[in-house]
């Protein structure tokens, strides 16, 4: 009998990384959600169900990160999939950003996908197979103000994905990245709610006309873990209504 797959996705206590591990539930996969906050990860691990494992961990503390990936090791005996999802942002006006702010940023969205990865692959080694998906943004596909740091992590992310996905694919790892545009979420209504100009910005360049809902990224990410794209690496896929190429 064909064992079930397992999957850890970071920040999959809410939002995007929620959405992902019930697309993944959906399909029989084992999900470890981690994330800081146990409270939440309890309340997600409760409706997810019996296939959802929650993991408290801060992705800062790149320390944490080897222990996390034992533990897992040690409970599930192997890791199929791993989706890098957890991600801070700060909106500031370049000048006030600070050196801490910036590290800080860059420490969470691109030092701990390394690290987390680094470790996961190691496993993955030994299985000759693996899906790494990272989840990117359309801040790395054009500039956009008053999210330097941010920015800065995200179009790393993307040439980091390449890099992987040239290195590992040849032992049978696929490495891909998901870039959203914008995702309903109360957060993001509320944000564009209470600024029409940046609201009738986004719907005017997206062609779609609308916002994308979370498990649009969940179902992106179930393809891409999925036999289905067996022969896709290396590709950061736009999920966004069209945002990307929109005029």
């Known amino acids: ?25 959906e399909k029989n996969i084992v999900c470890v959600i981690a994330g800081r906050n146990p409270e939440k990860l309890e309340y997600a691990k409760k409706k997810l169900g019996e296939k959802c494992f929650s993991v408290p961990l801060d992705v800062s503390d790149l320390n944490a990160i080897p222990l996390f990936v034992q533990k897992v090791v040690q409970q599930f005996g192997y890791i199929d999939i791993l989706v ?24 969470t969205n691109l030092n701990a996908v390394f690290s987390m990865s680094r470790e996961v692959v190691k496993h993955m080694l030994a299985n000759n197979s693996g899906c790494i998906i990272n989840i990117s943004s359309m801040a790395a596909q054009y500039g956009l103000p008053k999210v330097i740091a941010y920015t800065a992590s995200k179009t790393a992310i993307d040439g980091m994905t390449r890099a992987m996905a040239v290195e590992l694919s040849p032992s049978g790892i696929r490495v891909n990245a998901i870039a959203p545009g914008f995702i309903y979420s109360e957060m993001t209504a509320k944000a564009l ?30 393809y891409l873990a999925s036999d289905a794209a067996k022969y896709v690496t290396g590709v950061i896929l736009p999920v966004d209504g069209g945002n990307s190429i929109g005029f």
């Open 1 to 25: 009998m064909r064992r079930q797959k397992l999957a850890i996705i970071t920040g999959g206590g809410s939002g995007i990384g929620f959405a992902i591990a019930q697309k993944f539930i």
């Open 84 to 107: 890098n999802n957890a991600g801070i942002n700060m909106k500031k006006e370049f000048v006030e950003v600070t050196d801490e702010d910036f590290q800080n940023i860059l420490n």
């Open 193 to 222: 709610d209470s600024d029409p100009e940046r609201k009738a910005k986004v719907f005017g360049r997206t062609p779609m006309g609308k916002m994308g809902e979370p498990e649009d990224i969940g179902n992106a990410a179930l």
